[in-house]
């Protein structure tokens, strides 16, 4: 029974270690930084290390996917980090 346990937490292992903690967009999706408000980012920022812990509104690290081409048309809003 204990070895069974043992494969069980290897596979695991081994599978989260092969899943990219980075998000796939579709090709109609963009990321959208600094127009997210707090607590709703999609993803880690430079300060927080998983989605949802963005600590003010518009913060310029965190991002929102959203419909390619929406980002360019938001006030506030960048492509890229900063």
Do not use: W
């Not at 709703?40 to 003010?56: E, L, P, R």
């Amino acid at each position: 029974m204990n070895n069974k346990i043992g494969l069980a937490i290897a596979s695991l292992a081994f599978v989260g270690g092969t899943v990219s903690s980075g998000v796939v967009l579709a090709g109609d999706k963009e990321k959208c930084y600094g127009v997210a408000k707090a607590g709703k980012n999609d993803c880690a920022t430079k300060t927080s290390v998983c989605a949802g812990h963005s600590t003010s509104d518009g913060q310029k690290d965190a991002y929102i996917v959203v419909p390619k081409g929406l980002c360019s048309r938001l006030v506030g809003s960048s492509k890229e980090s900063s």
